[in-house]
């Protein structure tokens, strides 16, 4: 019952024969004495309520409304923030986690591109959540990729599948559009040539995805302290980020850096279809404006940006690498995205 409802039912119960008694009693110093105590009551009875809607309050989900981000922006130093992560896991090692399991999550990059087959051992001892893709085009800017992935590495690989067969239609959208381009004026030349990068961008993903390529630079995963110190010695792991304060998958945003960005978080160099000569140039460390024109059948965008400007993006439910989400051995609340 809601605050509101429960003052309502105490005006229904307790006015009525109040009034009648006022009635009753007429004028005097008895009916000043019944209304200065009618007026304790109503205030007594507020306050009970508003001190019992609060205790409601509290014991619904408290994370509703958070949303926690983890990782790295644009401008960031990279050795900083691996540093910072270091620090932060030595403190948990030292600390016991305020989990019933003890586990906590954690964002782990990687210090390159991996195939799907190379994870086994690099993950192993930890529960995985999701895992963070994307083809290392020269010079292009390629889509991230967010692949649940909670059996390794047969859920990664499904889902590269999936990526590339999207891809291939997404390379014959940008074809089909560049050909309905009509006219040999500077703007049709250019607006089909941007449509042309297009599909073959769309084209080298879905060929690299198709082939299991080495597109793997991070990870989302649940340990221990101990376990994620394990995996955070390891060669190929750069930084292991705990994230104690993530409670929901679904109410996190983790923004892993790429391998290749080992200063500080910027754009990844893009030489793709430029803009008219009498636009301005921009900086170097802008994000560079989308060289390719979104098709109708493109991953759906998450909302967020990945470090450097990359285009982020996550795939639909029905989708799903391994079908319907699951839960993960050892995990909390899994993702609500599928692949």
């Not at 586990?103 to 051992?121: G, N, Q």
């Not at 390794?152 to 990526?163: E, F, K, N, S, W």
């Not at 790429?258 to 793709?272: I, N």
Request: net charge negative; hydrophobic share 40%; with cysteine.
């Amino acid at each position: 019952m809601r605050a509101g409802d429960l003052l309502r039912r105490l005006d229904s119960i307790l006015l009525p024969p109040l009034a009648r008694g006022m009635a009753r009693l007429g004028q005097g110093p008895v009916r000043s004495r019944v209304l200065t105590g009618a007026a304790l009551l109503s205030v007594t009875a507020v306050l009970v309520t508003a001190v019992w809607a609060a205790d409601r309050r509290q014991a619904g989900d408290p994370t509703v409304g958070d949303v926690v981000r983890v990782g790295v922006v644009e401008g960031d130093s990279i050795p900083s923030y691996v540093s910072a992560s270091r620090h932060e896991l030595a403190r948990m090692l030292a600390e016991p986690v305020d989990t019933p399991s003890g586990e906590t999550y954690a964002l782990v990059t990687l210090t390159a591109y991996l195939a799907p087959d190379r994870l086994t051992a690099v993950l192993d001892g930890v529960a995985v959540s999701e895992v963070f893709t994307r083809v290392p085009l020269p010079e292009t800017q390629t889509q991230i990729v967010r692949i649940p992935a909670f059996r390794i590495p047969t859920d990664v690989v499904a889902g590269m599948g999936l990526v590339a067969g999207r891809k291939d239609r997404e390379a014959a959208d940008y074809q089909q559009r560049a050909d309905e381009v009509a006219g040999d004026g500077e703007p049709e030349r250019h607006l089909r040539a941007v449509y042309g990068s297009g599909a073959q961008v769309a084209t080298a993903e879905a060929t690299a995805y198709r082939s299991r390529c080495s597109c793997v630079y991070a990870a989302v995963v649940r340990a221990t302290p101990a376990g994620l110190d394990r995996i955070a010695a390891r060669s190929e792991v750069r930084a292991v980020d705990p994230a104690p304060e993530v409670r929901r998958l679904d109410r996190a945003v983790f923004l892993p850096p790429l391998p290749e960005q080992v200063d500080f978080v910027r754009p990844p160099v893009d030489q793709g279809i430029a803009g008219p000569a009498d636009e301005p140039t921009q900086s170097a460390t802008a994000v560079p404006e989308p060289t390719r024109t979104p098709s109708p059948d493109e991953l759906r965008p998450s909302g967020e940006t990945s470090p450097g400007g990359v285009p982020s993006v996550t795939p639909t439910p029905a989708e799903s690498a391994s079908g319907a989400p699951g839960e993960p051995t050892g995990t909390g609340t899994t993702p609500s995205d599928g692949q």
